[in-house]
């Protein structure tokens, strides 16, 4: 069966530090998508990127970074510089467990203190 | 803008009442799902529709039921026979293919009173 883990259940950090937020997939698809989203207090899931398993370069969009390492089976997730804006939940999806459905992970709640 | 609208917000219902959520995409998107999110919790799948007329069970369907009468809408129904329905709603549509991802509704806050 597919599964997500997301370890960190709350993370707590002051603006601009650095923070890494993990995420270790299980699959047995030998091609497949893995998906990180952001749910503001607001509720709505906002996209953040979208990444497939035949690419392992890191990924870079602003402060964002992601790092996927298929041989561990990770794909962690990097704010650099953090904002009180960044405060969030954060979930992994991995697209498996049947045709286009995502397993969405418990969520890290990110919580950014100025 | 095309986009996926939930109504109401939030809504209320005594114990022992049926209530139905709406959503509808104007993406045109195949495929569409609805999740339940707990406080503290991830999201978990309820019904999923892949095309219209055609609909699968998540994995805790007991208690709600669905309909696909129309791409563009996929309405929830909550019965008397879930036991604990105060939760947040989200639904997400796509198109069809696992390289694509959801975009999501703004939910719909349920509360039982």
């Known amino acids: 069966a597919q599964k997500v883990t997301q370890a960190q259940t709350e993370i707590s950090v002051v603006e601009k530090e650095d923070v890494t937020l993990d995420c270790v997939y299980e699959?047995?698809?030998?091609?497949?998508?893995l998906f990180w989203y952001k749910q503001p207090p607001s509720g709505e899931l906002v996209f953040l990127i979208r990444r497939n398993s035949f690419d392992e370069q890191n990924e870079i969009s602003g402060r964002y970074s992601w790092n996927f390492q298929k041989s561990t089976s990770s794909f962690n997730f990097t704010i650099t510089a953090s904002q009180v804006v960044d405060s969030a939940v954060y979930f992994c999806?991995?697209?498996?467990?049947?045709?286009?459905?995502?397993?969405f992970g418990a969520g890290t709640r990110l919580a950014v203190h100025p | 803008d095309g986009g996926i609208t939930q109504s109401p917000k939030y809504l209320f219902r005594k114990e022992g009442q049926n209530v139905t959520l709406s959503c509808e995409q104007n993406l045109n998107h195949d495929a569409m799902y609805w999740y339940r999110q707990d406080p503290g919790q991830g999201l978990r799948l309820i019904y999923y529709s892949q095309i219209v007329n055609d609909f699968q069970k998540g994995d805790i369907a007991e208690g709600y039921s669905v309909s696909r009468e129309k791409k563009e809408s996929f309405p929830l129904t909550v019965t008397s026979a879930q036991k604990n329905p105060t939760a947040f709603y989200l639904c997400?549509?796509?198109?069809?293919?696992?390289?694509?991802?959801?975009?999501f509704g703004s939910g719909t806050r349920l509360t039982v009173v």
């Open positions: 999806a991995p697209g498996g467990g049947g045709y286009n459905k995502l397993i």
């Open positions: 997400a549509s796509s198109y069809q293919g696992q390289n694509y991802g959801y975009t």
């Open positions: 699959t047995r698809d030998t091609t497949y998508y």
